[in-house]
């Protein structure tokens, strides 16, 4: 059994959304104020028996039509049969079914609204007012006589589900504003004492646990009868009977030393080589650690029917807001890959857990398949995706899937969370494109646009997660957001004739020059499947120039000595070039093959012809260093306007850096922020 799915109706910024849950692991993610701390507090007023909570005013979705009667707010959970299922988790729905089938179904609803007496009332102070604020003052007004309810199976039965039933999914929530320390060392019931308690004596049979508790008993009375004999009570007690205290009977010490007030009295230390200091010392981040590892065990015991007998939990499940808190990148990692573990191998004490992250390093190590997206879409709606949905079950389709997934690290996972994706062939791009937006105003970080480098081929397979290719009634549940691809044209030709002939790369100055010898492309493969795969796409742009990103760099600035960068192979030669373009200097014509000096110097255009000749021979002298190239261009970009450079952006790369920082998805004016 697990939660299949959530419907949220009027709840903070859900106006009426239904999502998706897979047994084990579920990542959400998305940008701030997406939804993700509200799905989290939906699930805990249905599940949290222990939050005293109730929603506020604020709670109500702030957009909702009409605005002519009372407010409800409506949380329904679905829950599905599973192939691990126990007979006691039919048992627990066993009333809340909704569907008998193999996989059978049942629902929770809760619901927070003002009674059917009251709505005439309500009605009343509304008076026909249409001022929002007005509305919500009223709602206010009323909101000590709304009510909540949690409903078992069909809501429209109107049946209550009892709370003995409820009390048997133990729900842990830990907020992002948790503090550890407290909740797990001190107050009056703190976590670590809780376990301590949980595994004395753990595994022990009955009578070996009597027989220590009776034998504890025995020494701790030793102890008591030593302590009293040092203590002089006389003289502590010899006022009672002077002040009629006395009257009521006379003072003496007794009890005993238990082994709960024994646990209660130690302190946790962490050991490092020589030395040791107490946990409340250690770093914020490892007390994270070491709090979310115990709620993990108290959840398993808390689960164990041996220990708990009918009083076990049933159903488990753990809402956690940014496990990565105080958390380098590398715990972050270990922390989900051990949660994606521990789920795998106990999934009856650990049935579900709900992450909410803005961690890149916790998506990459959860993968695709447990990803839940959030964002808000143009309308102020909260659009959803499921990532791993986006892929066909085809051979294509299911090797696109296995290569994101394998190269989904903590970079490229990026692009999950941005309002816009820019994805480039190589670092020189990567580098580059970003500076060249700082300089026109249109920052990327700013902007939220996520710069992805995904080399060559490999476009493609990225695709799917914007909706390119993706079925019609999946369409909905991809990234709803601008991507623009950055794609070399790679321009190339092949020998006619010539079996198994193969496209080889060439510059545009040589193409259709001999059509009898050979077959021309002005762009390469890779831009032609892409274009296709894009399609009629709204969200998603291919942009390209001539060649690659280089030649079209150098051909929209010929001659320019801010180009020739210390990394640039032949410098003086290049400078040389610079100044004196028509002439190229032996050592960078020893660049090319003599044929491909035949043909740029077969160009009528004597303009042209510099250009390209510029262009071709910057590509050859930067493609060896083209990182350090690229790192020491960006800095030049970035200069501040009294040292600015004169260095224009290739048109296309201007029109893909415009398209991806429009503002096309704003949220309207007034929408919920929750």
């Known amino acids: 059994m697990y939660i299949a799915s959530i419907r949220i109706e009027n709840f903070r910024c859900f106006k009426d959304s239904t999502i998706e849950f897979r047994p084990g692991l579920n990542v959400i993610i998305g940008e701030n104020n997406s939804g993700k701390t509200t799905l989290l507090k939906a699930l805990a007023l249905v599940f949290d028996r222990r939050s005293q909570g109730r929603p506020t005013v604020h ?206 009295a130690l302190r946790l230390f962490i050991e490092r080589e020589s030395f040791s200091f107490p946990a409340t010392h250690q770093g914020l981040g490892y007390n994270n650690l070491l709090y979310i590892s115990l709620l993990l065990a108290s959840m398993s015991f808390r689960a164990s029917e041996k220990r708990r007998g009918q009083n076990a939990a049933v159903f488990p499940m753990l809402l956690i807001e940014e496990p990565e808190a105080h958390l380098h990148p590398a715990l972050q990692y270990k922390l989900l890959a051990h949660i994606v573990s521990r789920v795998q191998k106990e999934p009856h004490q650990n049935r579900q857990v709900f992450v909410t992250t803005h961690s890149t390093h916790v998506t990459s190590a959860a993968r695709l398949d447990p990803i839940i997206c959030l964002s808000v879409r143009g309308s102020g709606e909260i659009g959803i995706a499921y990532p791993a949905q986006l892929f066909s079950e085809t051979k294509e389709g299911k090797e696109s899937r296995a290569y994101v997934e394998r190269y989904l690290d903590a970079t490229k996972s990026a692009m999950l969370f ?79 004739g010539e079996k198994n002939a193969r496209w080889k790369s060439c510059f545009p100055f040589q193409l259709d020059l001999d059509s009898n010898a050979y077959e021309y492309r002005a762009t390469s493969g890779v831009k032609d499947t892409l274009a296709a795969l894009v399609g009629s796409s709204t969200n998603l742009k291919v942009f390209s120039g001539e060649k690659t990103f280089e030649y079209d760099l150098a051909l929209t600035n010929p001659a320019n000595t801010v180009l020739v960068t210390e990394a640039v192979s032949h410098g003086d030669a290049m400078k040389g070039l610079c100044t004196a373009p028509d002439t190229l200097p032996e050592t960078l014509a020893k660049q090319f093959e003599t044929e491909e000096l035949e043909c740029l110097d077969a160009m009528q255009d004597t303009t042209q012809k510099s250009r390209h000749r510029f262009a071709a021979t910057y590509l050859r002298c930067a493609e060896n260093a083209k990182g350090e190239h690229a790192f020491a261009l960006a800095e030049l970009i970035r200069c501040p306007p009294e040292k600015s450079v004169e260095l224009q952006c290739p048109s296309y790369i201007s029109d893909a850096i415009r398209w991806v920082t429009e503002d096309a998805a704003q949220k309207p004016s007034g929408a919920p922020t929750q």
Request: hydrophobic share 40%; glycine share 6%.
């Open 418 to 496: 941005a309002k816009a994706t820019l994805l480039v062939e190589g670092i020189a791009e990567q580098l580059v494109v970003p500076a060249f937006a700082i300089r026109d105003g249109r920052s990327f970080d700013e902007h939220h646009v996520a710069v992805v480098r995904v080399d060559g081929v490999t476009f493609k397979h990225f695709l799917p997660l914007f909706g390119a290719g993706v079925a019609h009634e999946l369409s909905e549940h991809s990234l709803h957001r601008r991507v623009a691809c950055l794609v070399d044209a790679d321009p190339g030709r092949k020998k006619r």
């Open 59 to 264: 709670d109500f979705y702030s957009l909702l039509e009409p605005i002519d009667s009372p407010p409800r707010i409506t949380i329904s959970v679905t829950l599905r049969s599973s192939a691990m299922d126990t007979p006691a988790d039919r048992a627990l729905v066993a009333s809340w079914l909704t569907s008998l089938d193999d996989r059978w179904e049942a629902q929770l609803t809760f619901a927070f609204f003002l009674p059917d007496t009251d709505e005439a009332a309500f009605k009343g102070a509304l008076n026909e007012t249409t001022d929002r604020d007005t509305f919500f003052e009223i709602v206010d007004e009323f909101l000590p006589k709304y009510v909540t309810r949690i409903y078992g199976g069909n809501p429209a039965t109107v049946v209550t589900a009892d709370s003995e039933t409820l009390s048997k999914f133990d729900c842990q929530f830990l907020d992002a504003l948790r503090d550890v320390e407290s909740e797990m060392f001190s107050g009056r019931n703190p976590l670590l004492r809780q376990m301590l308690e949980e595994v004395l004596d753990l595994d022990k049979e009955d009578h070996e646990k009597r027989s220590l508790r009776s034998e504890f008993r025995v020494r701790s009375k030793e102890l008591r009868t030593e302590l009293a004999g040092r203590l002089d009570t006389p003289r502590l007690f010899q006022l009672v009977s002077e002040t009629g205290a006395g009257d009521g009977g006379h003072p003496k010490l007794d009890g005993g030393v238990q082994e709960s007030d024994l646990i209660a």
